[in-house]
Each structure stands twice: as C-alpha cells, then as structure tokens.
C-alpha cells in the first residue's frame, strides 16, 4: 500500500515560480518511478515528468527547461520545481508512484490527492 500527499501548490502571477513536494509512504519493491501529472479542467490528465529510483528524468516537451523533478535522499519526497509558469499551466497536479518501462513511465493505482496550481495573467 502506498500514500501520497501533495502540497504546495497556490494562486502565482505568469512568470512566477512554485514548489510542490509529493511525500510518499509505504512502498511496493516493484514501484521504481515517481510522476507528476496534471489535469486541467477539461482535458485529460497528462504526465508531466517523472524520476526514476536511479535518478533518471524525463519531461513532458511543455516542461522541458522550466520545471524540475527531483527527489529527497531517502526518495519519500518528491519535487516539481516550476518556473516560469504560465496561465496554461493552471491544472490540478498529482504525484503518482509507478513503474518506468523502456522509456515510459507507467502509473499505477497510487495517486495523491491533488494540488490546485493557479496561474493569472
């Protein structure tokens, strides 16, 4: 069984940066990956980037060059540094604890409840 908790998300100006931090308990061995996803209202949830237990990310092409996953040293924590926001990434983000294969990561069942990020123009 896994839970996870997300915080940090909040009202910021375009241009503005914001910190989330996803903290994760317990653990399933074959869980290898953490993800952060968004959802917009209206659209589908979408992957937003994702870290491997080695260390390894990767990032959706909207992310690229203005956010950033990383993860604390015991990998429980983990975070999406977002700069440079603008009004289109206003969404819901969750974190979610999954498994990376060939190259994709691969959610699984475990999702945190949601932070609203809330980007004005």
């Known amino acids: 069984q896994v839970q996870l908790v997300e915080s940090g998300g909040g009202l910021v100006q375009a241009g503005g940066s914001l910190r989330l931090s996803c903290a994760a308990s317990?653990?399933?061995?074959?869980?290898?990956?953490m993800a952060w996803y968004r959802q917009a209202p209206g659209k589908q949830r979408e992957l937003v980037a994702y870290?491997?237990?080695?260390?390894?990310?990767n990032y959706a092409d909207s992310a690229k060059g203005r956010f950033t996953i990383s993860t604390d040293n015991n990998k429980n924590t983990v975070y999406l540094q977002m700069n440079s926001l603008q009004p289109e990434d206003t969404a819901v983000y969750y974190c979610?604890?999954?498994?990376?294969?060939?190259?994709?990561?691969?959610?699984?069942?475990?999702w945190g409840q949601g932070t609203q990020v809330t980007v004005s123009s």
């Open positions: 979610n604890k999954g498994i990376r294969v060939a190259a994709a990561f691969v959610p699984s069942a475990y």
């Open positions: 317990g653990s399933i061995f074959s869980l290898n990956a």
């Open positions: 870290i491997t237990s080695g260390g390894e990310t």
